[in-house]
């Protein structure tokens, strides 16, 4: 989007500034005494504007160039189209707002997604200045780009996550709890190499359990139904359960993992999720550390904000996959590199879980040198009823 964007705005830009030229031109030309040499000028200024134009024209995207009172002072047959359409569908002030600047100032930009509803349709939209080689403002480009069979694409991707994921969870649940009853039968016990063997089955079936709740639980968020239930939350408490509940494993790999938990007023939020975030976050720092490594755990106080911090002595993250960490199913290079499992769902989880909070999420990290994951979230009033609707990607209806 981004892309198109400032292609259009240096275009336009400069069709801008061949119309100036040409109005200029016009005026030396009626007292100048070389007028072979304002000829030439005038040319070159009309073939410059007219190559521009014709670039602009045979762009995909619809194209606009608005002036200061957002009137349209060009645009390309692709927006012409759009825009005659949707206004016989959705009215000239549906028009209007998918051209509005949302309240961004002149220098600012917009990014996000506008929908058409009567028309059915869902644009990228891009809007911001533009400027011409004096830098004066000569107006606002608006760039739009079609993406709803890629939304619908995704729909239909998370449908069948959520459907998949469904199915599995009843025969897998099942599974291990007839797993249960078998190693729990003291009156037909089962001899040792068979317990070991039913240990791996229960292993298995509760990890891929766990995969699919994390499918499910994706496929909500992407739909828009991830739902909090607020309460006041002791975050130092759930903080020491995630810690004890991950100190087997950190123990097994003989990995030092430290807790410093500061004191903390109630906050609000829901529990539950607030756990999960902790756990996965926990697990990952294990996941990513090497045998006598070190894993922090702190949660403190501070400007109106819970602040929870998980570090690790690991490989680190490269700094060109930090911006990605997030996506559903990215995999880092150390995962992948070291076999570790996952599908790349933990993060994604749990950063729709904070903003679900209005909290926020961030990492550091340099190769080689760990990796800190900071977590704040406010600790302000409850979350309104049915809080924690995530998913819509910014998207604005018109």
């Given at each position: 989007?981004a ?13 801008a500034g061949?119309?100036a030229?040409l109005a200029?031109?016009?005026r ?22 007219g ?7 045979a ?22 189209s ?9 009215g000239?002030e549906?028009v209007?707002?998918?051209f ?20 059915g349709r ?27 069979g ?14 998949v994921?469904?199915e599995f969870?009843?025969?897998?649940t099942?599974?291990?709890g007839?797993v ?10 089962v001899s ?9 089955v229960?292993?298995n079936?509760?990890?891929l359990?766990?995969?699919?709740g994390?499918?499910?639980?994706a496929?909500?968020v ?6 909090l239930?607020?309460?006041d939350?002791d ?12 100190r ?7 990995i030092e ?15 539950d ?7 996965n ?5 294990l ?8 894993v ?8 109106g ?20 960490l997030f996506?559903r199913?990215?995999?880092?290079r ?13 993060l ?16 550091a ?9 900071r977590?704040?979230l406010p ?10 609707r ?9």
């Amino acid at each position: 989007m981004a892309r198109h964007g400032q292609a259009g705005g240096f275009a336009l830009g400069a069709l801008a500034g061949a119309s100036a030229a040409l109005a200029f031109a016009r005026r030396r030309a009626n007292r100048a005494e070389d007028r072979a040499e304002l000829e030439r000028a005038l040319r070159t200024a009309r073939e410059g504007a007219g190559a521009f134009r014709s670039v602009i024209d045979a762009a995909p995207d619809p194209i606009a160039l608005l002036d200061a009172t957002g009137a349209v002072r060009f645009e390309n047959p692709a927006m012409r189209s759009v825009r005659t359409a949707a206004e016989r569908a959705d009215g000239a002030e549906a028009v209007r707002r998918a051209f509005a600047s949302n309240g961004a100032g002149p220098d600012g930009e917009v990014r996000d997604e506008i929908e058409l509803p009567r028309r059915g349709r869902l644009y990228a939209r891009y809007v911001g200045p533009v400027r011409d080689d004096r830098d004066e403002l000569v107006g606002r480009l608006v760039v739009l780009r079609d993406v709803t069979g890629e939304r619908e694409a995704d729909r239909l991707k998370d449908e069948f996550f959520a459907l998949v994921s469904h199915e599995f969870r009843t025969p897998l649940t099942s599974v291990i709890g007839y797993v249960e009853l078998v190693l729990d039968d003291e009156e037909d016990p089962v001899s040792a190499e068979h317990r070991h063997f039913l240990g791996v089955v229960d292993r298995n079936a509760t990890r891929l359990l766990r995969l699919v709740g994390d499918l499910l639980f994706a496929a909500q968020v992407e739909a828009g139904r991830l739902q909090l239930e607020p309460a006041d939350v002791d975050l130092g408490r759930i903080t020491r359960e995630a810690v004890e509940a991950a100190r087997p494993l950190a123990e097994d790999r003989r990995i030092e993992l430290v807790a410093e938990i500061g004191g903390l007023p109630p906050i609000r939020g829901d529990g539950d999720r607030l756990g999960q975030v902790l756990d996965n976050l926990i697990s990952n720092a294990l996941k990513f550390t090497d045998e006598g490594g070190r894993v922090r755990v702190s949660v403190a106080s501070g400007d109106g904000h819970a602040v929870i911090e998980i570090s690790d002595s690991g490989p680190g993250i490269a700094p060109e996959e930090l911006d990605r960490l997030f996506e559903r199913f990215f995999r880092a290079r150390a995962a992948t590199d070291g076999a570790i499992p996952g599908v790349g769902l933990g993060l994604t989880i749990v950063r729709a879980i904070v903003e679900a909070h209005e909290g926020t999420i961030s990492v550091a990290s340099q190769p080689g040198a760990g990796a800190t994951f900071r977590v704040e979230l406010p600790c302000g009033p409850a979350l309104p009823a049915g809080a924690g609707r995530a998913g819509d990607g910014g998207r604005v209806p018109l």
